[in-house]
């Protein structure tokens, strides 16, 4: 199995691997809440944006919005 899924192309095996982390994260949904349990969601769902390749952009935009506020939060100094 480990084979069929190498031999897919680069797209089609980060689909299949968006594709189980966001299943991961609708199934964690159903569970009660507690630690481990929030921790599997935002795990999955980091893994679910990089895999979809969002992350970096993510990242730049939060990275960006911090400082923005940061900036506007400590001018009158």
């Known amino acids: 199995m480990f ?3 190498m031999s897919l ?3 089609a ?3 299949v ?3 189980a982390l966001f299943s991961i994260m609708i199934v964690d949904l159903l569970f009660p809440k ?3 349990t929030v921790f599997l ?6 893994g679910w944006i990089w895999a979809m390749g969002l992350l970096r952009p993510v990242l730049l935009f939060l990275f960006f ?3 923005v506020v940061l900036r506007y939060k400590t ?3």
Do not use: E, M, Q, T
């Open 17 to 19: 691997l968006a594709l």
């Open 34 to 36: 507690c630690n481990f």
């Open 13 to 15: 095996r980060r689909a």
């Open 3 to 5: 084979k069929k899924f």
């Open 75 to 77: 001018y009158p100094w």
């Open 41 to 46: 969601f935002l795990a999955s769902g980091i």
């Open 65 to 67: 919005l911090v400082r």
């Open 9 to 11: 192309s680069r797209i």
